[in-house]
């Protein structure tokens, strides 16, 4: 059975769904009351989009009310894992989210965590029992609605383990490698370099785990302008998109991404269904 957090995300369709009620006390805690007996149900996944700590907070409330009902499997998909991007400690006085997050999910001795395309391997490294979805298929489907001969951009040093093994996922699809710095100054990331002397208008495919504010691709487009791209996609797992779609837009042909953070409701980006994408995986 499945027990979807959110109304707007079910991965796996809407068959054996358990009814629930949630809501926020006035003191801001989230709260949950599943409505169905699941005495005889011996096993529930969990389904969430994490936008906040709150949504996070009530997964864990979520997992203790089924504990109540003494389920002997739960089963976690949360395929945008908070805290992700923070794999590393940089500056003292900094914590290690993606642990701090996977920590309290190790806890509840969860039978297995999904997630979709992890920012890193420290994810499924300090996650337990953790289960990554690749991008793969993703990018296969973005292939398949451009319809034409396309090459890979790797956005920086990264991305460039996981954008090789998609290429070599499709056939040996050509990459081109990317670099950029961020200057530590002011945070302001420069000095974007392609190392391609002429694309010769080629078609480029930009691929990447999460698109926030857009600064390392709005860069990347300008430095690959000079090296005489031709059309510019750019494909995004997890789109958080804080500073809209305007920019890109005037940037990049399409963009394209999932609905593993939230649903877009705008034409300037096609998303793709992780339920669809998970079927045409299998």
Same mark, same amino acid.
């Given at each position: ?42 096993e ?12 996070f907070?009530?997964?864990?409330l ?16 949360i ?8 794999? /590393?400690?940089?500056?003292? !006085?900094?914590?290690?989210?993606? %642990? =701090? +997050?996977?920590?309290? $999910? ?58 090789y ?16 710095? /961020?200057?530590?100054?002011? !945070?302001?990331?420069?000095?974007? %370099? =392609? +190392?391609?002397?002429? $694309? ?30 031709g059309?510019?996609y750019?494909?995004?797992?997890h ?8 920019g ?14 939230k ?17 045409? !995986?299998?």
């Amino acid at each position: 059975m499945y027990l979807n957090l959110d109304s707007q995300f079910t991965p796996f369709g809407l068959e054996n769904s358990i009814s629930f009620q949630s809501f926020t006390f006035s003191g801001g805690e989230p709260h949950i009351k599943i409505n169905d007996n699941l005495s005889a149900v011996k096993e529930v996944t969990v389904t969430t989009r994490v936008q906040s700590f709150n949504d996070f907070g009530l997964l864990l409330l979520a997992i203790d009310a089924l504990k109540r009902f003494y389920v002997e499997k739960i089963n976690v998909f949360i395929p945008y894992f908070p805290g992700a991007r923070q794999d /590393r400690v940089m500056v003292k !006085g900094e914590p290690l989210s993606v %642990k =701090v +997050y996977a920590e309290l $999910l190790n806890n509840l001795n969860l039978n297995k965590v999904t997630v979709f395309d992890a920012h890193s391997e420290v994810t499924s490294a300090v996650l337990n029992n953790c289960e990554v979805i690749t991008n793969h298929n993703f990018i296969k489907q973005v292939i398949k609605t451009i319809g034409e001969d396309v090459v890979l951009i790797s956005p920086d040093g990264g991305a460039l383990k996981k954008i090789y093994k998609v290429s070599q996922y499709l056939g040996g699809i050509p990459v081109i490698e990317c670099s950029k710095k /961020r200057n530590v100054k002011n !945070g302001t990331l420069e000095g974007f %370099k =392609v +190392y391609e002397d002429n $694309l010769k208008g080629k078609t480029c495919l930009i691929v990447d785990d999460i698109c926030d504010g857009g600064g390392t691709f709005l860069g990347l487009a300008d430095a690959l302008k000079e090296k005489n791209v031709g059309d510019l996609y750019l494909a995004i797992s997890h789109g958080i998109f804080n500073k809209g779609y305007k920019g890109l837009n005037e940037k990049f042909t399409k963009i394209y991404t999932t609905d593993s953070f939230k649903t877009i409701d705008n034409n300037e980006v096609i998303q793709l269904n992780l339920e669809e994408l998970i079927k045409e !995986g299998k």
